[in-house]
């Protein structure tokens, strides 16, 4: 595996494997790479004959009090895992080389009917930060496909609805949510957890467990269901940002036949832990 720093290098590398007839997958990352990434990698190995990896902690998508000083970087333990996986190439640019001009005066992407829902009401301009990186990471590297986790599912749809509204000719493919045994969602934020919130953690995947029970088994008032979901996250001791119900296509308000994803962002202690379920109402 080679590691780069510069755009110009991605770029020529990248090219010699496209002129060479190689399909190219692409997963972006911020580092502390968990097994999690390790799956999207895996993915992207079956999918291309070619993996790239980006880690890159992206200012711009920290608020002013949130945790870009102290979000975890580990680039030894990163390399080697990345090293286990077959990755061609891991792309580890400064924040020079992604915003030359300073971020505060560079050009943005904005999804505008998506970002400011769900975690975009709690987290302003996290979104314009998250869309704006990967759309200059994706034209960096122009892969045939890009790799996203389902944990971060507003990401996620963010990311499709920017591509093909910018007319970016690749494949976005989300991979299924990596679970530890007791059913926590892996995330770098895990890290910041004592023993005893880690022990409360798995509580947030059966609140939403619960909820997609209960609505495959036919009710359907979402509202008493999102109350219940707060309540449950309250009781074992979270401070919910939202438990909500919604169109798994559009993000708007479901429609009691179409399918669901029930999300949900909730703090806890330094952490604020995010995750999804997919439900199909019962027809
Ligand atoms: O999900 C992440 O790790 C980041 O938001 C991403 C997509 C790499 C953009 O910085």
């Avoid at 020529?12 to 990352?29: D, K, S």
């Avoid at 502390?32 to 990698?41: F, R, S």
């Avoid at 438990?243 to 669901?260: C, H, K, M, N, Y």
Wanted: hydrophobic residues 45%; charged residues 25%; aromatic residues 6%.
């Amino acid at each position: 595996m080679d590691t780069i720093v510069r755009s110009a290098d991605l770029r020529r590398i990248v090219a010699q494997w496209r002129n060479g007839g190689e399909r190219v997958a692409f997963v972006p990352t911020m580092g502390n790479l968990h097994q999690g990434h390790g799956d999207l990698v895996r993915r992207a190995t079956q999918l291309a004959e070619r993996v790239v990896v980006s880690v890159f902690v992206n200012p711009m998508q920290f608020g002013p009090n949130e945790d870009f000083a102290a979000y975890p970087r580990t680039p030894d333990e990163d390399r080697a895992l990345l090293e286990s996986l077959d990755t061609d190439l891991l792309f580890l640019p400064e924040v020079d080389e992604m915003y030359p001009r300073g971020q505060e005066i560079s050009t943005r992407v904005q999804v505008p009917d998506l970002d400011g829902i769900l975690c975009g009401a709690f987290r302003p301009g996290h979104f314009v930060g998250v869309a704006t990186i990967v759309t200059k990471l994706l034209n960096l590297v122009q892969p045939d496909v890009a790799l996203f986790g389902e944990k971060d599912y507003q990401q996620l749809m963010i990311i499709r609805r920017a591509a093909t509204d910018l007319c970016m000719p690749m494949e976005i493919v989300g991979v299924p949510t990596t679970r530890e045994a007791d059913g926590l969602a892996m995330s770098s934020r895990n890290r910041y957890l004592s023993v005893e919130q880690r022990q409360q953690a798995p509580r947030i995947f059966a609140a939403l467990e619960a909820a997609r029970r209960a609505i495959e088994s036919g009710v359907a008032d979402f509202a008493v269901l999102e109350q219940a979901g707060i309540e449950a996250l309250q009781k074992a001791g979270f401070k919910p940002d939202y438990f909500s119900i919604r169109d798994a296509a559009t993000l708007g308000e479901p429609a009691t036949t179409a399918d669901v994803v029930i999300a949900t962002a909730a703090r806890i202690g330094r952490a604020r832990l995010i995750d999804n379920v997919k439900a199909t109402p019962r027809r």
